[in-house]
């Protein structure tokens, strides 16, 4: 299970209620902006090294683009 997305657009890392954050995403000191959120997505161990992420991104940068317009409707 992963940390609840509603209003992560604009929030600081590891800040989302009800999640155990790794101890580098909280040293992170990202802002989920539409820029960082694509960053992150793209290739997550590169973005937050030693992040619990078990992900290994998303190439398609249409695909980001579709996932991040997504993420902005979760008010």
């Known amino acids: 299970k992963g940390p609840p997305l509603f209003g992560v657009v604009g929030r600081a890392a590891a800040t989302g209620p009800d999640f155990v954050y ?4 909280k040293a992170s000191g990202i802002t989920w902006s539409p820029d960082k959120i694509d960053t992150y997505i793209t290739l997550p161990k590169k ?3 030693g992040g619990k ?3 290994d ?3 398609d940068a249409a ?3 579709d996932v991040i317009a997504y993420l902005q409707t979760l008010k």
Do not use: F, I
């Open 22 to 25: 790794s101890d580098a995403m």
């Open 47 to 49: 973005a937050v090294p």
């Open 53 to 55: 992420m078990k992900y």
């Open 57 to 59: 991104g998303l190439a």
């Open 63 to 65: 695909a980001r683009a």
